[in-house]
């Protein structure tokens, strides 16, 4: 790598450094530019690597998503840009794309023999740099490093903005000017972002000089500071500098929260693109990159699928959370109607509340992962609104005394309750909450199914060795970051009775427990304090739309929570969940569950569709999910209790084998990637074609 | 100008290659690509492409043994059979591959196998044709068995 000492300081470390700087461009460049190539065409993938080598470029090649996930995760700050193929066996390239997106932030390119205008359209709007048509010429690639350097000016440029917007900002201003200038405050942001998150952050930072932009990694926990900034301020008046001061945290800059911003707004975009109620709110943000929340959110949901079923939905599930959190505090505004209630949701202060009123802990957790790297899969981001969620959500679900107020437990046991009946109660009553923060509580102490899991319920899920894998945090440490992750809805889980969460621990219940609660929670919270907006629109519509099981309207609810803001992420996991414990508890609830499961599949691919096919979606995600998790391993059992309402009747299967397979460990973070492989454009597609071909 | 004559042969082979459709300036990029540290890539890549092709296309014969068609898979097939051809340049290949989607996309299933007997003689032809220019390049001298023009 070509560490020249380039302008800025390209002195340490990485020789991505180099690369960081967007004004001081090493003399080399684009020479070394590293590539990751991913397509599953052995031909092409190889003709692909010499023409990039002749480029003068590093190339890593790999044949799978999940691989080049697994690669880039683990060495985060490796690559400056990807090229993905559209058309993959084991992930569409499309859900690859949006997961980068949003845990990487790197450019990708995506490619495809297909040159129709409608597959070229979702690479734009998944946020694709670039759509090359197959067979690439040499030409192509030869100033695919362009892309590279526009994001990073674009993220400079933010800032920048952003600052000049805010007036009184002097502070913000400078500390920008700082990092632009001198090297004399890099110490302090270093010092101050190493906090954030892993040392490649930091390293990266204190690597060149103020021009390098630093990688943040959006941990569930800062995405939900994020998201609660945001909604505090209103999606409209929401600017960087703001919000790096609602935040308040240290070592964030403001460039960061800018580009996060403008991901955001791209996911609540896509959200709002989908649902018909959101269109107000995404609107306003039509950014690409919303879209890659979105699809995050439907991962999520399958997460918490996951974790419902063993608890070790955590990474998957905050991430989907915060996908889901990040849509809906924007879409704050535009969600219309019911999303009335939801307006506190977005606001801050509600999920402050609750959180800090039930989670201190939860919090004090989260406050470690926020800058998490990696934060398994798409949870990074929106870890951060779901840590803030889960403390929510433990409140509401105690609000809402479904069952025990205090304990998130006995909410879930009401969801759970293997009787049936009473879950059935508490579903509903959890449906409607089904705000994303449920979603968020659970989903990071599943996500994080890791170490972190310090609320007592954490501490079930780390025992889950399965659940760490489920993270998957894209080079992160699992521990540290799933324990922000486990954290969260450990503390929701330790208020319910305990060990409602430990996914381990109790088979199905755990899961399902958890689930339930969150499932309250996402519900209520959606009412009052999550204010995720959208989803409460996706929600309400999809429950109009599905009367047939609570659960799948709460599914519903919480798939939409938590695409639009990090709770989504935790609401379709919850819902998952929810629906897993259904079945297993009852039979009876099978079919709901069933339902439930679709719907939360919809919910997560859809995000933002509210329309009855959103079930649909929901159980093809489902379906897609389990690819590798235990959730399969629970198939069998679940199987048959639940009998098919749906075609998919994946998600069923998955939760319950997630839940099953709690124990043995999770696996499964692979599977987090099946199910974000639909976006909500593709759900809503392809949901009908999942589900009647489902083995495609 | 090929001093050499069986230099000058290949590049003949290689001409008419082009010139009867069978090639299309993709493989050109290949030959582009070889170089003194990959002296052989384009018959390298040719001989991957053949090997993994030919799982597709078996895939695809089987598949149009299931009746009724699954035409949506089909396509799948022969969207990734497609990618593949098209990435080494083989232009008659790709032409009935392109064909072979339409009718999939029009449901027509007699279009569908016509089209793919069609497009497995193309294949075969291809692959004899280019062999016999690998096997000339090898004997004409390892360098610029390609020939291209500097």
């Known amino acids: 790598m070509n560490s020249s000492g380039g302008k800025g300081s390209m002195s340490t470390a990485s020789s991505s450094a180099a690369w960081k700087a967007v004004d001081s461009v090493p003399d080399q460049f684009p020479a070394g530019l590293r590539v990751l190539v991913v397509d599953d065409d052995p031909t092409c993938l190889i003709i692909l690597e010499k023409m990039l080598r002749t480029c003068s470029y590093e190339v890593t090649k790999c044949n799978r998503a999940e691989t080049a996930l697994a690669i880039l995760r683990e060495n985060k700050n490796g690559f400056d840009i990807v090229i993905s193929d559209v058309h993959m066996p084991d992930m569409d390239g499309f859900k690859l794309l949006e997961h980068i997106g949003l845990e990487m932030d790197l450019p990708v390119i995506m490619m495809s023999a297909d040159d129709g205008k409608h597959v070229v359209m979702k690479g734009v709007t998944h946020g694709a740099c670039d759509y090359l048509i197959k067979p690439v010429r040499m030409e192509a690639l030869k100033n695919i490093w362009q892309h590279v350097i526009r994001k990073r000016k674009n993220g400079w440029k933010e800032l920048e903005q952003s600052g000049s917007v805010e007036e009184g900002d002097r502070q913000q201003k400078q500390s920008e000017d700082a990092e632009y200038s001198s090297s004399a405050n890099e110490g302090n942001w270093k010092s101050s972002k190493k906090r954030k998150d892993d040392d490649d952050e930091t390293e990266d930072r204190d690597d060149t000089s103020t021009l390098k932009k630093p990688r943040v990694v959006w941990s569930v926990e800062l995405h939900q500071q994020f998201v609660a900034a945001v909604n505090q301020l209103g999606i409209d008046k929401a600017v ?67 974790l419902a079923a063993g608890g070790q939905l955590p990474a998957q599930c905050l991430a989907t959370l915060q996908a889901a959190a990040l849509g809906r505090s924007n879409a704050k505004s535009s969600i219309p109607m019911p999303l009335v209630d939801q307006r506190n949701i977005f606001s801050f202060e509600n999920p402050k509340l609750r959180f800090g009123e039930g989670q201190q802990q939860l919090m004090n957790n989260n406050k470690q992962v926020n800058l998490l790297h990696g934060i398994p899969t798409t949870m990074e981001p929106k870890q951060l609104t779901t840590s803030q969620s889960i403390g929510n959500i433990n409140m509401q679900v105690a609000s809402h005394g479904v069952q025990s107020s205090q304990n998130n437990s006995s909410l879930i046991n009401m969801q759970v309750a293997p009787h049936g009946v009473q879950s059935s109660q508490n579903n509903s009553a959890l449906m409607q909450m089904g705000q994303p923060q449920f979603a968020h509580a659970p989903r990071l102490p599943l996500s994080l199914g890791q170490p972190i899991i310090s609320n007592g319920v954490a501490a079930n899920v780390s025992t889950q060795n399965g659940i760490r894998e489920n993270i998957r945090a894209p080079g992160y440490n699992p521990v540290p970051q799933t324990s922000s992750m486990l954290n969260f809805p450990m503390n929701h889980a330790s208020e319910l009775p305990g060990n409602s969460f430990p996914l381990g621990s109790t088979p199905g219940m755990s899961g399902c427990i958890s689930k339930g609660t969150f499932q309250e929670d996402f519900n209520s919270e959606i009412k009052g304090s999550v204010g995720f907006m959208p989803s409460y629109d996706i929600f309400n519509d999809l429950n109009q739309h599905k009367p047939q099981s609570w659960e799948l309207q709460n599914v519903g609810m919480t798939f939409d929570d938590s695409r639009h803001s990090n709770s989504l992420q935790g609401n379709l996991d919850l819902s998952q969940s929810v629906l897993v414990q259904q079945g297993f508890s009852s039979g009876q609830m099978s079919g709901q569950n069933r339902n439930a499961a679709l719907v939360s599949k919809a919910m997560l691919s859809a995000g933002d569709s509210t329309e009855p096919g959103n079930p649909l979606n929901a159980s093809q ?43 043995q460990g999770i696996a499964p973070a692979e599977n987090e990637f099946d199910f974000d492989g639909y976006s909500l454009d593709n759900i809503q597609q392809d949901q009908i074609n999942g589900i009647i071909r489902t083995d495609e | 100008m090929e001093r050499n004559p069986m230099r000058r042969q290949l590049q003949t082979l290689r001409k008419s290659l082009f010139d009867q459709g069978y090639l299309d300036d993709q493989f050109v990029q290949l030959e582009e690509l070889q170089d003194d540290a990959n002296p052989n890539f384009v018959e390298e890549v040719v001989t991957l492409y053949y090997r993994d092709s030919g799982r597709i296309i078996l895939n695809i014969e089987q598949a149009l043994e299931r009746k009724p068609f699954d035409f949506n898979k089909l396509d799948a097939y022969m969207h990734q059979f497609k990618g593949s051809s098209s990435s080494i340049g083989a232009k008659k290949v790709k032409a009935e591959s392109t064909l072979f989607r339409e009718y999939c996309r029009s449901r027509n299933g007699e279009g569908c196998m016509r089209t793919f007997q069609q497009l497995k003689k193309e294949y075969a032809t291809l692959r004899r044709k280019l062999e016999a220019y690998f096997q000339l390049a090898r004997q004409a001298g390892p360098v610029e068995t390609a020939c291209r023009p500097k």
């Open chain 1, 240 to 306: 960087p500098k703001k919000i790096l001061e609602l935040m308040n945290v240290p070592g964030l800059t403001r460039e960061n929260v800018a580009s996060h911003l403008q991901k955001y707004r791209l996911y609540l975009r896509r959200l709002s693109g989908v649902s018909p109620h959101a269109n107000n709110l995404n609107n306003s943000f039509m950014n690409p990159q919303d879209e890659t929340f979105g699809p995050l959110s439907s991962v999520n949901g399958l997460d918490l699928q996951a």
């Open chain 1, 621 to 663: 995600h489902l379906n897609s999910l389990p690819v590798d998790n235990t959730i399969r391993v629970k198939t069998e059992s679940v199987a048959d209790v639940t009998d098919n309402l749906f075609i998919d009747h994946f998600g069923q299967e998955d939760l319950m084998s997630a839940l099953l397979k709690q124990h």
